[in-house]
C-alpha cells in the first residue's frame, strides 16, 4: 500500500488545473492551451474533465476547451458563481473567439447551465452553438428512448447528395 499512497502523493504534488480552460495537467497552461495547431477561435464547454478526455479520444476536435466544473443545480445548491462560468465570458471577449460549442450533458442541469450561458453570451458577438443530438452511429430506432426519437426528429437535417 505505501508505493500506492507515494504514487497519489506524488500526482497530488505535480497535477494543477489549468487557470485558461480548466483542464488538468503537469504544466499550466495546459498542454491543449500551449498547443499552436489549435484553433484559438473555437471553445467547446464541458462540465468535467471527463468529458474533455472523452472528446480528445475521438481526435475530431481541433479548437481549445472550457471546463465549468460541474452543472447547475438548484436542489444541489449550485449557482453560476460556482461554476467556471465567469472565465468564460471573459474568455468569450477576446477578439480571436467566434465561436462557442455547448457540450454540456443532456440532462436536465446541463440543459438549464447551457440555457444560462447562451444567455450571457447574448451579449457578445460570438456564434454559440450546441452538439447534436439524436440517433447514435449503428443505433436501431426500436431500442431508442422517447426522448432520444423525439430530439433526433427535431434536429433533422437536410441530405447532402
Known amino acids: 500500500m505505501q508505493p500506492l499512497g507515494q504514487a497519489l502523493d506524488a500526482v497530488a504534488e ?10 488538468i495537467d503537469t504544466d499550466t497552461p495546459c498542454s491543449i492551451c500551449r ?3 489549435r484553433d484559438p477561435a473555437i471553445i467547446c464547454v464541458l462540465e468535467e474533465v471527463g468529458d474533455l478526455w472523452a472528446l480528445e479520444r475521438t481526435g475530431s476536435f481541433k479548437g481549445r ?3 465549468l466544473g460541474g452543472h447547475l443545480s438548484a436542489l444541489d445548491g449550485i449557482g453560476p458563481e460556482d461554476l467556471n462560468i465567469g472565465g468564460l465570458i471573459d474568455r468569450a471577449g477576446r477578439d480571436e473567439v467566434r ?9 436536465v ?3 438549464t ?6 444567455e450571457r453570451l447574448a451579449e457578445t458577438d460570438v456564434r454559440v452553438t450546441r452538439l447534436a ?3 447514435p452511429v449503428g443505433g436501431e430506432l426500436d431500442y431508442l428512448d422517447d426522448g432520444t426519437l423525439t430530439a433526433a426528429l427535431r434536429s433533422r437535417q437536410s441530405l447532402q447528395i
Do not use: F, M
Open 113 to 118: 447551465t447551457a440555457h444560462y450561458i447562451a
Open 109 to 111: 442541469d446541463g440543459q
Open 133 to 135: 443530438h439524436g440517433v
Open 35 to 37: 498547443d499552436e495547431e
Open 65 to 67: 476547451y472550457h471546463v
Open 99 to 107: 465561436e462557442i460549442i455547448l457540450a454540456t450533458n443532456l440532462t
Open 14 to 23: 505535480t497535477v494543477k488545473t489549468c487557470p485558461t480552460c480548466g483542464n
